[in-house]
């Protein structure tokens, strides 16, 4: 399993505070649960679409999979006019709380007990469930009580309101982590940002597990892996309070760069950058490259999976005044924005925060756009 910077700090922390402890308090710290922060995805496919799903989503995450099978293998659910799909749905829907009316799946050997956070990736079969992830869940949606579970359907073109009631009906005890999230035909080809996008959307209890930081641009959104440098960690603090808005500028032909607004603890040394680093330059730029370049720079993460043509796309190469946000991918931080808050100055930014005086950035104040720039020296 992937373990981020975040994990090593936080279990480093867990020990010294055990260490300090008396024995009286280190029995009781023992005695904590050990699930917190834990991520499991559940998926179901039978074309492949859920799984290439979960696959991306297990790509940008810490988190384990377990793949439900039908214990009858072969079977093709579409053939007929999707006839055997039609009757496995029409069973359950005449006897849903029948275990005999849902269709047989291999053994879960998983212990769901063992994760705080469940995401449930699943077809959509003629407006509904598909008939094996509802067979998981009504053997196992009591076990899914207290914990938060997010819902992702896949379909062809049909809306998934029912998918998410057949979820309430067999796990009406889990706390939901947010509103569901629906790929389909035509946003398919997106579904890595989609993806990206509702997660920072979602209310997870994780306190380790969830911590990159995505930047948007354009409404197109990217994850950084953080580096292992007090730049990067106090980096993602400041995220903890809410999305930075930034205003960026392609400089040459490497980068994109901007002013953080606020100063971070440079550990410079020369480096020479690659297509997706982001670096802090003098102690409060920040820089994104799609080329290269030798500096003397201090690391703040890296952007992964893109080629470097993909990349300039992303960070619209060669432009002026891109609005970028950063957005810490820790859930417990990444709630909703509301368009409504406001600061003291009556500003809000373009991603529904309040606007910081010193930050740079695309800004709506009393109604107009404002625009907050600075020049790289």
């Known amino acids: 399993m992937k373990k981020t910077l975040f994990n090593k700090m936080l279990l480093s922390l867990a020990s010294l505070l055990a260490l300090s402890c008396s024995s009286d308090e280190t029995t009781e710290a023992h005695a904590q649960p050990t699930n917190m922060g834990k991520t499991l995805v559940v998926c179901y496919s039978y074309t492949g679409n859920c799984r290439t799903i979960a696959s991306t989503l297990t790509s940008q995450i810490e988190a384990d999979l377990l793949e439900i099978q039908p214990a009858e293998k072969g079977l093709k659910y579409e053939a007929n006019g999707y006839a055997l799909g039609t009757q496995l749905l029409n069973a359950i829907k005449a006897a849903p709380d029948d275990a005999a009316s849902y269709p047989a799946i291999d053994p879960v050997s998983t212990s769901l ?129 809410g999305p930075l808005s930034l205003t960026l500028s392609s400089n040459g032909d490497f980068e994109i760069w901007g002013a953080l607004g606020f100063s971070l603890p440079a550990s410079n040394e020369h480096i020479t950058a690659q297509p997706g680093d982001v670096v802090l330059y003098n102690g409060s730029n920040i820089c994104i490259f799609f080329g290269s370049n030798s500096w003397s720079y201090t690391r703040l993460g890296h952007i992964s999976g893109l080629t470097e043509s993909q990349l300039r796309s992303f960070l619209k190469a060669g432009e002026r005044n891109i609005s970028a946000v950063l957005l810490l991918g820790s859930t417990t931080s990444l709630q909703q924005p509301q368009a409504t808050r406001r600061s003291a100055t009556g500003s809000i930014a373009l991603n529904g925060m309040p606007a910081p005086q010193a930050a740079k950035g695309i800004y709506i104040q009393d109604g107009k756009k404002h625009i907050k720039t600075s020049t790289r020296k």
């Open 113 to 241: 007990s063992d994760y705080q956070n469940v995401i449930v990736v699943t077809p959509l079969w003629w407006s509904q469930m598909a008939a094996p992830m509802q067979t998981f869940l009504f053997s196992y949606g009591p076990q899914l009580a207290g914990k938060r579970v997010g819902l992702i359907v896949s379909s062809a073109s049909s809306g998934i309101s029912q998918v998410e009631a057949d979820f309430r009906r067999l796990a009406p005890d889990a706390t939901p982590s947010g509103q569901a999230l629906w790929i389909n035909n035509s946003n398919r080809s997106r579904t890595s940002s989609l993806l990206e996008q509702w997660l920072a959307t979602q209310n997870f209890q994780t306190s380790t597990a969830m911590t990159k930081i995505f930047i948007t641009i354009g409404g197109q959104a990217q994850s950084m892996t953080l580096a292992d440098t007090q730049a990067a960690r106090e980096l993602a603090a400041r995220l903890q309070q």
